[in-house]
């Protein structure tokens, strides 16, 4: 028996439909989960540090904030963190180039994030650990290990 595949250009436009919806819904619950996984991580760290915050929606727009500017940022980070170590020879020495900047940028953002925010105080040390925790997490969860 011989199985053909289909092409999706040449299937019916409501078999057309239930895909995009189906593979929508994938992402959204994905990208979803992801916020929430960010969410409760740093609610716990807020909770252990003690910091302020005025409701539930201020601790999720601060997330969103460091979801969506944390994107941005890290991109700038790995950049300079690869133009500054291409010619250091040393594992340990690009380990703490590399952990100097992504934690430097990573701080700065959540101070950044912090200062316009009024609803949630954030104290200096906090920000210091999350910008570390950030750090080691992005690190041992990258795929790009040399």
Do not use: C
Not at 38 to 48: T, V
Not at 84 to 102: A, D, E, L, P
Not at 127 to 139: K, S, T
């Amino acid at each position: 028996m011989e199985e053909e595949d289909e092409k999706f250009r040449d299937l019916n436009l409501s078999t057309r439909i239930i895909v995009v919806i189906a593979l929508s819904l994938i992402v959204l619950v994905a990208v979803t989960m992801l916020f929430g996984g960010f969410l409760l991580g740093f609610n716990g760290l807020f909770i252990l540090f003690g910091v302020q915050y005025d409701s539930f929606w201020s601790l999720v727009l601060y997330v969103l904030s460091v979801f969506v500017i944390g994107s941005i940022v890290d991109l700038f980070a790995k950049a300079i963190v690869t133009i500054t170590t291409q010619q250091m020879i040393g594992r340990y020495q690009k380990f703490i180039t590399r952990m100097v900047i992504h934690t430097s940028f990573t701080w700065l953002m959540l101070y950044s994030i912090d200062e316009y925010m009024t609803t949630i105080t954030v104290p200096l040390l906090t920000e210091i650990v999350a910008a570390l925790l950030l750090f080691f997490l992005d690190y041992f969860f990258d795929d790009e290990k040399k």
